[in-house]
């Protein structure tokens, strides 16, 4: 890029600089995870889990119940984290490891993933292990965990009202989160979903009997493509994509947080949304594994 401008000297300082900035990134890593080891259940590295319960949330997602093999507590973690997961793969020889945000409250003695099914047909494609979790992990089955990570979370501690806005499975770090926070019977929630249709709706009846019987939270769901069974009004109130400027009475709180999970181009759009909407930046949080590509111009 700087051609003939990069000379000798420059090359060695950027050099210097990338490793400087490594080193600092792997400490900050390092400490989190010693803070994980300090804690009650912490620990580190792998550790054996029991699949205790799988449950089926969707045509296309499963809920996979993981309790300690060793029966001791396990660490406390942060609603919207997420645990790595490593699932051994004997056509190929060898551990695939991957991340999956927790979908429950914290609990002390176990976690629960839920896990979308993606077109995982060969190991070359990038569905294959959450294609094995669902075909061949049954209930008794030992899969290997590291502890909860992840800087997206919510602030157990406010008190003010928390939108909670989720495309696909993104919803299952977010429904983390209103676990957490329903208990408090006083606090405005607002969960907005996106789905194809009821088929793919993840957690559809629990998140209709916690609006039915919570106070102060309120379901807004929108489909883009409903099936023929699925009923307006009742499995979901609005067609097409999520669109926030549609529902900006029922979003728009004083004081709330927002918080976003979905694929990449979903929460770019509901970010740049808030803001027309004239949500301030610091109140809007998101999710994204690797690079934000939402700097990305």
Same mark, same amino acid.
């Given at each position: 890029?700087?051609?003939?401008?990069?000379?000798?000297?420059?090359?060695?300082? #950027?050099?210097?600089?990338?490793?400087?900035?490594?080193?600092?990134?792997?400490?900050?890593?390092?400490?989190?995870?010693?803070?994980?080891?300090?804690?009650?259940?912490? #620990?580190?590295? #792998?550790?054996?889990?029991? %699949?205790? /319960?799988?449950?089926?949330?969707?045509?296309?997602?499963?809920?996979?119940?993981?309790?300690?093999?060793?029966?001791?507590? $396990?660490?406390?973690?942060?609603?919207?984290?997420?645990?790595?997961?490593?699932? +051994?793969?004997?056509?190929?020889?060898?551990?695939?490891?991957?991340?999956?945000?927790?979908?429950?409250?914290?609990?002390?003695?176990?976690?629960?993933?839920?896990?979308?099914?993606?077109?995982?047909?060969?190991?070359?494609?990038?569905?294959?292990?959450?294609?094995?979790?669902?075909?061949?992990?049954?209930?008794? +089955?030992?899969?290997?965990?590291?502890?909860?990570?992840? /800087?997206?979370?919510?602030? %157990?501690?406010?008190?003010?009202?928390?939108?909670?806005?989720?495309?696909?499975?993104?919803?299952?770090?977010?429904?983390?989160?209103?676990?957490?926070?329903?208990?408090?019977?006083?606090?405005?929630?607002?969960? $907005?979903?996106?789905?194809?249709?009821?088929? $793919?709706?993840?957690?559809?009846?629990?998140?209709?009997?916690?609006?039915?019987?919570?106070?102060?939270?309120?379901?807004?769901?929108?489909?883009?493509?409903?099936?023929?069974?699925?009923?307006?009004?009742? +499995?979901? /109130?609005?067609?097409?994509?999520?669109?926030?400027?549609?529902?900006? +009475?029922?979003?728009?709180?004083?004081?709330?947080?927002?918080?976003?999970?979905?694929?990449?181009?979903?929460?770019?759009?509901?970010?740049?949304?808030?803001?027309?909407?004239?949500?301030?930046?610091?109140?809007?949080?998101?999710? %994204?594994?690797?690079?934000?590509?939402?700097?990305?111009?």
């Amino acid at each position: 890029m700087l051609g003939d401008a990069a000379t000798d000297g420059i090359i060695g300082a #950027w050099a210097e600089a990338y490793g400087e900035l490594a080193n600092t990134l792997i400490g900050m890593e390092a400490e989190l995870y010693r803070e994980v080891l300090a804690e009650e259940g912490g #620990w580190d590295g #792998w550790r054996d889990f029991v %699949v205790r /319960d799988r449950q089926p949330e969707s045509e296309i997602v499963t809920s996979f119940v993981l309790h300690p093999l060793d029966g001791q507590p $396990v660490a406390a973690f942060k609603p919207g984290q997420y645990i790595s997961v490593a699932v +051994d793969v004997p056509r190929l020889n060898l551990r695939q490891i991957r991340q999956y945000s927790l979908s429950d409250a914290p609990n002390g003695s176990s976690y629960r993933i839920s896990v979308k099914r993606e077109s995982g047909g060969s190991p070359e494609t990038d569905g294959y292990v959450s294609t094995l979790l669902h075909d061949t992990v049954k209930v008794g +089955d030992v899969i290997k965990v590291r502890p909860p990570f992840g /800087d997206f979370y919510i602030d %157990v501690n406010a008190t003010t009202p928390v939108v909670l806005i989720s495309g696909g499975v993104g919803l299952t770090p977010l429904v983390s989160m209103l676990n957490t926070v329903l208990p408090d019977r006083q606090r405005e929630i607002v969960f $907005v979903h996106g789905a194809r249709h009821g088929g $793919v709706h993840a957690m559809k009846d629990y998140l209709q009997h916690a609006t039915a019987t919570h106070p102060r939270l309120t379901s807004v769901v929108f489909y883009d493509a409903p099936l023929a069974s699925d009923i307006a009004g009742e +499995d979901y /109130d609005h067609v097409g994509l999520v669109d926030l400027q549609r529902i900006a +009475d029922a979003v728009l709180l004083p004081d709330a947080d927002y918080y976003i999970c979905g694929p990449i181009p979903f929460m770019r759009l509901q970010h740049d949304a808030l803001l027309e909407l004239g949500v301030k930046e610091s109140r809007i949080h998101y999710e %994204v594994f690797g690079p934000d590509l939402f700097d990305a111009d």
